[in-house]
């Protein structure tokens, strides 16, 4: 069965770091996996993502410099860094894949149940 498995999330304080996984079995690794994000009562918002190249990336204003998407193409893994985080980063991380690099949450085909950011001020 395909799916994408999230795991690294956790409470964490003010200023400190946490590194998501997402490990895809079931199926060729996408091309283009992404991060994304939601906050109680909020709508999902872009992350991050990264194509087959580790040259190729993206990120939301909020994250960058903060953040750091990769990914172990040999692992059929994505990992997301997540320094210097504060409350604002609290919410449910999402992977994702997809065949296009973009922010857009309707073309990726394929979501992961999400794990759980709690960031403690």
């Known amino acids: 069965q395909v799916q994408l498995v999230e795991s690294g999330g956790g409470l964490v304080q003010a200023g400190g770091s946490l590194r998501l996984a997402c490990a895809a079995s079931g199926r060729t690794f996408s091309t283009i996996m992404g991060w994304f994000r939601q906050a109680s009562g909020k709508e999902r918002e872009f992350v991050a993502a990264?194509?087959?190249?580790?040259?190729?990336?993206a990120y939301a204003d909020s994250v960058k410099g903060r953040f750091t998407i990769s990914r172990d193409n040999a692992k059929n893994t994505v990992y997301l860094q997540m320094n210097s985080l504060n409350s604002v980063d609290t919410a449910v991380y999402y992977c994702?894949?997809?065949?296009?690099?973009?922010?857009?949450?309707?073309?990726?085909?394929?979501w992961g149940q999400g794990t759980q950011v709690t960031v403690s001020s």
């Open positions: 994702a894949a997809g065949d296009l690099l973009t922010a857009k949450p309707a073309f990726y085909t394929l």
């Open positions: 990264i194509g087959w190249s580790p040259g190729t990336t």
